[in-house]
């Protein structure tokens, strides 16, 4: 049995003696003495200096300072690293989306025109032939939307298939 864990009667008094290993020496010190500059781990103030120079292996270990500003030191060159290699990536996105929008750009370029090629869309999503927007094909006839240049006043802009050709009335509408 540790001779902590054996029961004092009475307390010693402050003034009384008790024998200790204290600074590797075996010897005597008043009771008093034996805490006085310790501090309590329920908490307590120092007045002094307090000293660690061992590297902590658990979360609550106390550190040194030179030991807190090694690792702050590691945490922003790691963080500078992750910044440098972020706005790297995004210079290597902004390029390859530059190259494909590029290449793209290409490839619709000599698709035009030719047949089997790429055709051209309106606004409306309409095919646009020859400039004009293709609506559709109805009963088997194209059917077509353009402005007309018309001068007669009976019918204006009406256009109709006669079985055989395509005729353009000239005059207003009614």
């Not at 003696?17 to 003495?33: H, R, T």
């Not at 307090?50 to 658990?58: E, G, I, M």
């Not at 055989?164 to 207003?172: A, D, K, N, P, R």
Request: charged letters at 10%; hydrophobic letters at 45%.
């Amino acid at each position: 049995m540790p001779l902590s864990a054996l029961p004092v009667q009475p307390q010693p008094a402050p003034a009384d003696l008790v024998f200790g290993i204290f600074n590797g020496q075996g010897q005597f010190v008043p009771q008093s003495a034996i805490w006085a500059g310790a501090v309590s781990k329920t908490g307590d103030s120092l007045s002094g200096l307090l000293s660690c120079a061992l590297v902590p292996t658990d979360a609550a270990h106390l550190v040194n300072k030179a030991y807190v500003d090694a690792q702050s030191g590691q945490v922003n060159s790691t963080v500078s690293t992750l910044v440098t290699q972020a706005q790297d990536a995004a210079t290597q996105a902004q390029t390859a989306f530059s190259q494909a929008a590029g290449a793209a750009t290409a490839v619709i370029a000599e698709q035009k025109g030719i047949p089997n090629g790429l055709a051209t869309l309106s606004a409306d999503g309409h095919l646009v032939l020859g400039g004009l927007d293709c609506l559709g094909v109805q009963n088997g006839h194209v059917l077509m939307a353009m402005d007309l240049p018309t001068t007669d006043p009976e019918m204006r802009g009406v256009w109709w298939n006669n079985g055989g050709y395509l005729c353009i009335s000239q005059g207003t509408s009614s």
